[in-house]
């Protein structure tokens, strides 16, 4: 669980330092947002080989931390204000990342 969570985090500064080099405008955080959730997702649950609530809110926290940090890059390291839809993107990678790698399963109370 730790190794994924640590993969994750080294994959979503990579990607912010990456996707900070580009404008927030046009389609780009509506498709980089959820985008960037499951790659971070998908990173912690290869590495880490685990899921479950706490896996999946970290997860979903170091989307959002990385496409925030994306913005802050693109605005000029603030400089610039961040622009808005950089908030609603970083909303959109928490989403992905948590779902991707929360554990969500549904378990009957009979033992099903």
């Known amino acids: 669980m730790l190794l994924g969570l640590l993969c994750g985090a080294l994959v979503a500064a990579l990607?912010?330092?990456i996707l900070g080099?580009?404008?927030f405008t046009g389609s780009l955080p509506w498709i980089a947002g959820p985008l960037f959730g499951?790659?971070?997702?998908?990173?912690?649950v290869a590495a880490g080989r685990s899921r479950s609530m706490v896996v999946g809110g970290v997860a979903g926290l170091l989307?959002?931390?990385g496409i925030?940090?994306?913005g802050w890059i693109s605005s000029g390291d603030g400089l610039a204000p961040i622009s808005t839809v950089v908030w609603?993107?970083?909303a959109h990678a928490g989403v992905a990342g948590f779902l991707r790698t929360a554990d969500l399963s549904v378990r009957g109370g009979d033992g099903s």
């Open 68 to 70: 925030g940090w994306a």
């Open 88 to 90: 609603a993107s970083a």
């Open 15 to 17: 990607g912010a330092l």
């Open 63 to 65: 989307s959002i931390g």
């Open 38 to 44: 499951l790659v971070i997702g998908e990173t912690v």
């Open 21 to 23: 080099e580009y404008p």
